[in-house]
Nanobody
Framework: QVQLVESGGGLVQAGGSLRLSCAASGRTLSIYTMGWFRQAPGKEREFVAAISRSGGTADYADSVKGRFTISRDNAKNTVYLQMNSLTPEDTAVYYC??????????????????WGQGTQVTVST
Protein backbone atom coordinates (compact mmCIF):
# COMPACT_ATOMS: atom_id res chain seq x y z
CA GLN A 1 0.00 0.00 0.00
CA VAL A 2 1.24 3.47 -0.84
CA GLN A 3 -0.16 6.81 0.25
CA LEU A 4 0.25 9.85 -1.98
CA VAL A 5 -0.01 13.47 -0.94
CA GLU A 6 0.10 16.33 -3.44
CA SER A 7 1.14 19.88 -2.66
CA GLY A 8 2.10 23.04 -4.47
CA GLY A 9 -1.18 24.03 -6.02
CA GLY A 10 -2.58 27.53 -5.83
CA LEU A 11 -3.67 30.61 -7.72
CA VAL A 12 -1.38 31.97 -10.41
CA GLN A 13 -1.72 34.46 -13.24
CA ALA A 14 -1.65 33.35 -16.83
CA GLY A 15 1.92 32.93 -17.99
CA GLY A 16 3.09 32.01 -14.52
CA SER A 17 4.55 28.82 -13.12
CA LEU A 18 3.83 26.33 -10.38
CA ARG A 19 5.62 23.24 -9.17
CA LEU A 20 3.53 20.40 -7.83
CA SER A 21 4.97 17.75 -5.57
CA CYS A 22 3.67 14.30 -4.77
CA ALA A 23 5.15 12.69 -1.69
CA ALA A 24 4.71 9.01 -1.05
CA SER A 25 4.74 6.94 2.09
CA GLY A 26 4.19 3.32 2.88
CA ARG A 27 6.20 1.87 0.01
CA THR A 28 8.99 2.94 -2.26
CA LEU A 29 7.84 4.77 -5.38
CA SER A 30 10.61 3.28 -7.46
CA ILE A 31 8.49 0.24 -8.32
CA TYR A 32 5.70 2.34 -9.83
CA THR A 33 5.09 4.21 -13.01
CA MET A 34 3.93 7.60 -11.81
CA GLY A 35 1.40 9.83 -13.49
CA TRP A 36 -0.26 13.19 -13.15
CA PHE A 37 -3.88 13.63 -14.13
CA ARG A 38 -6.22 16.59 -13.89
CA GLN A 39 -9.93 17.19 -13.73
CA ALA A 40 -11.60 20.47 -14.53
CA PRO A 41 -15.16 21.25 -13.43
CA GLY A 42 -17.67 19.43 -15.59
CA LYS A 43 -14.99 17.49 -17.42
CA GLU A 44 -13.58 14.00 -17.18
CA ARG A 45 -10.26 13.29 -15.59
CA GLU A 46 -7.52 13.51 -18.20
CA PHE A 47 -3.95 12.36 -18.51
CA VAL A 48 -1.29 15.04 -18.12
CA ALA A 49 2.09 13.30 -17.82
CA ALA A 50 3.76 10.07 -16.80
CA ILE A 51 7.27 9.00 -15.89
CA SER A 52 8.82 5.58 -15.92
CA ARG A 53 10.08 3.79 -12.82
CA SER A 54 13.66 4.85 -13.36
CA GLY A 55 12.76 8.35 -14.46
CA GLY A 56 14.44 7.83 -17.78
CA THR A 57 11.30 8.13 -19.90
CA ALA A 58 8.46 10.63 -19.77
CA ASP A 59 5.27 11.13 -21.71
CA TYR A 60 3.05 14.18 -22.00
CA ALA A 61 -0.39 15.07 -23.22
CA ASP A 62 -0.22 17.24 -26.32
CA SER A 63 -1.89 20.08 -24.44
CA VAL A 64 1.01 20.42 -22.00
CA LYS A 65 3.98 19.26 -24.06
CA GLY A 66 6.75 21.82 -23.99
CA ARG A 67 5.28 23.60 -20.98
CA PHE A 68 5.16 20.92 -18.26
CA THR A 69 7.97 18.70 -17.00
CA ILE A 70 7.51 15.60 -14.88
CA SER A 71 10.39 14.33 -12.77
CA ARG A 72 10.97 12.04 -9.86
CA ASP A 73 13.42 11.59 -7.03
CA ASN A 74 13.17 8.01 -5.91
CA ALA A 75 15.53 8.63 -3.02
CA LYS A 76 13.05 11.19 -1.69
CA ASN A 77 10.03 9.14 -2.73
CA THR A 78 8.67 12.20 -4.49
CA VAL A 79 7.38 13.04 -7.95
CA TYR A 80 7.18 16.57 -9.33
CA LEU A 81 5.30 18.41 -12.04
CA GLN A 82 6.85 21.69 -13.12
CA MET A 83 4.24 23.76 -14.92
CA ASN A 84 5.28 26.79 -16.95
CA SER A 85 3.43 29.19 -19.23
CA LEU A 86 0.16 28.37 -17.51
CA THR A 87 -3.13 29.31 -19.14
CA PRO A 88 -6.66 29.44 -17.75
CA GLU A 89 -7.30 26.15 -19.58
CA ASP A 90 -4.89 24.51 -17.12
CA THR A 91 -7.24 25.25 -14.24
CA ALA A 92 -8.16 21.94 -12.61
CA VAL A 93 -7.62 19.68 -9.66
CA TYR A 94 -4.35 17.85 -10.23
CA TYR A 95 -3.85 14.32 -9.01
CA CYS A 96 -0.78 12.17 -8.83
CA UNK A 97 -1.14 8.44 -9.15
CA UNK A 98 0.93 5.28 -9.00
CA UNK A 99 0.66 2.34 -11.35
CA UNK A 100 2.17 -1.11 -11.18
CA UNK A 101 1.09 -1.81 -14.74
CA UNK A 102 3.51 -1.60 -17.59
CA UNK A 103 4.60 1.54 -19.44
CA UNK A 104 2.30 0.97 -22.45
CA UNK A 105 -0.77 1.64 -20.29
CA UNK A 106 0.59 4.81 -18.71
CA UNK A 107 -2.14 7.07 -20.14
CA UNK A 108 -5.07 5.11 -18.76
CA UNK A 109 -6.34 6.22 -15.37
CA UNK A 110 -7.77 2.74 -14.86
CA UNK A 111 -4.26 1.32 -14.63
CA UNK A 112 -3.39 3.44 -11.61
CA UNK A 113 -4.21 1.81 -8.31
CA UNK A 114 -3.14 4.56 -5.95
CA TRP A 115 -4.22 8.20 -6.01
CA GLY A 116 -3.57 11.32 -4.02
CA GLN A 117 -6.31 13.60 -2.78
CA GLY A 118 -5.62 16.24 -5.41
CA THR A 119 -4.42 19.82 -5.34
CA GLN A 120 -6.25 22.76 -6.91
CA VAL A 121 -4.54 24.81 -9.59
CA THR A 122 -6.29 27.98 -10.66
CA VAL A 123 -4.93 30.17 -13.44
CA SER A 124 -6.39 33.64 -13.75
CA THR A 125 -6.42 35.88 -16.79
Amino acid sequence: QVQLVESGGGLVQAGGSLRLSCAASGRTLSIYTMGWFRQAPGKEREFVAAISRSGGTADYADSVKGRFTISRDNAKNTVYLQMNSLTPEDTAVYYCAASSSGWPSRRSSYEYGYWGQGTQVTVST
